[in-house]
């Protein structure tokens, strides 16, 4: 399986930008499905974005219009791009990634990233 690690995380202010990444190394990296998820203090874990080897995305509802998923596969990096934050996106954002079918259910995981948003 391919190794994953995060990185990007951070504390920013209301209405402010942050980019995740997550390299992965060990195996060929454009054949996964990959994804970011999140999870908040006391809350279930949940999807915010995905993007197929194909490069189809999905997006959750909650983060529609602010947050861009992409990946470079020439440098094994998979990226979140994090606009107008606010404080509910507060949480520890891991990345996902899995060979077909099953993102979020199986496959390689990294360690995760503290992003924080508060004034």
């Known amino acids: 399986q391919v190794q994953l690690v995060e990185s990007g995380g951070g504390l920013v202010q209301p209405g402010g930008s942050l980019r995740l990444s997550c390299t992965g190394s060990?195996?060929?990296?454009?054949?996964?499905?990959l994804g970011w998820f999140r999870q908040a203090p006391g809350k279930r874990r949940e999807l915010v974005a995905s993007i197929t080897s194909g490069l189809l995305t999905n997006y959750a509802d909650s983060v529609k219009g602010r947050f861009t998923i992409s990946r470079d596969n020439t440098k094994n990096t998979l990226y979140l791009q994090m606009n107008s934050l606010k404080p509910e996106d507060t949480a520890i954002y891991y990345c996902?990634?899995?060979?077909?079918?099953?993102?979020?259910?199986?496959?390689?995981w990294g360690q995760g990233t503290q992003v924080t948003v508060s004034s």
């Open positions: 996902n990634a899995v060979q077909g079918a099953g993102l979020g259910d199986k496959g390689s």
């Open positions: 060990g195996r060929i990296f454009s054949v996964y499905n």
